[in-house]
C-alpha cells in the first residue's frame, strides 16, 4: 500500500537554526512527491514538485531533496514566519492521480 | 486567477441532518478534488474528478458521501445523515494538467462540526 511518514511530528528552532525535515514513501510508482505549507485554519499552500531522484529546489529559506525512497526539506536560517506544518505528498502511478499526504511536521521557530 | 473558493467556510449541524458544500475551482482547471483533514493529520484523499467524470472515490469512503461536477465547473459534496465523526475540515483542490506537470491549489476549507 503507498504510504508516505514525516518526522519529526513537531519541531522548534530558534531562529536562525538550520534543520531538514524527513519524509519517507513507499509507492509502486513515483509520479511526483510534493511539499506544501499549511498554517493554522487555511489550506496548504504549494512549494514545491520534485519528479526524480537527484532533484533538488529551491525557494528562499527551503531547499527540497529527493532520493528513491525519501525526500528532505531543509530550512536554512529559518525565521519566526516560517512557522507552519509542512506536508508532504506523493502522487504514485500508474493509474491514479490522488495524492497521498502525510502526516505533516509542526515547525515553530522561536525568535 | 482568484483562487479555490469553498462555500461555506464554517457550518454546525446536528447528528443525522445532510450538508453540502461548495468548491469553485480556478477557471479552466480540468482536475479537481476533495480531501478532509482533522486536527493534527494530513490530508485524506476523498475523490476526484477529471473534467465532469469522477475517477476515483476512496474506498474508506461511505455510501453517505456523494460528489457532483456538473459540467465540469463548480462541484458538491453531500454527506447524508451526518455523523459526530464526520466532523473535520473538507478541503477542495484544483488543478490544470499540463503534460506531466501538476500543482495542486487548495481552498481555504470548510470546518464542518456535527453535534
Known amino acids: 500500500e503507498d504510504q508516505v511518514t514525516q518526522s519529526p511530528e513537531a519541531l522548534r528552532l530558534q531562529e536562525g537554526e538550520s534543520s531538514s525535515l524527513n519524509c519517507s514513501y513507499t509507492?509502486?510508482?513515483?509520479?511526483?512527491l510534493f511539499w506544501y505549507r499549511q498554517d493554522p485554519g487555511k489550506g496548504p499552500e504549494f512549494l514545491f514538485t520534485?519528479?526524480?531522484a537527484g532533484e533538488e529546489k529551491e525557494k528562499e529559506r527551503l531547499k527540497a531533496t529527493l532520493t528513491k525512497k525519501e525526500s528532505f526539506l531543509h530550512i536554512t536560517a529559518p525565521k519566526p514566519e516560517d512557522s507552519a506544518t509542512y506536508l508532504c505528498a506523493v502522487q504514485a502511478s500508474p493509474g491514479t492521480y490522488k495524492y497521498i499526504f502525510g502526516t505533516g511536521t509542526r515547525l515553530k521557530v522561536l525568535a | 486567477d482568484t483562487g479555490v473558493s469553498q462555500d461555506p467556510r464554517h457550518k454546525i449541524t446536528k447528528r443525522g441532518q445532510n450538508v453540502t458544500f461548495r468548491c469553485d475551482p480556478i477557471s479552466e482547471h480540468n482536475r479537481l478534488y476533495w480531501y478532509r483533514q482533522t486536527l493534527g493529520q494530513g490530508p485524506e484523499f476523498l475523490t476526484y474528478?477529471?473534467?465532469?467524470?469522477?475517477?476515483?472515490k476512496s474506498r474508506l469512503l461511505s455510501d453517505r458521501f456523494s460528489a457532483e461536477r456538473p459540467k465540469g465547473s463548480f462541484s458538491t459534496l453531500e454527506i447524508q445523515r451526518t455523523e459526530q465523526g464526520d466532523s473535520a475540515m473538507y478541503l477542495c483542490a484544483s488543478s490544470l494538467v499540463s503534460g506531466l506537470n501538476e500543482k495542486l491549489f487548495f481552498g481555504s476549507g470548510t470546518q464542518l462540526s456535527v453535534l
Open positions: 474528478f477529471q473534467n465532469e467524470a469522477q475517477l476515483e
Open positions: 509507492v509502486s510508482g513515483l509520479r511526483g
Open positions: 520534485l519528479y526524480s
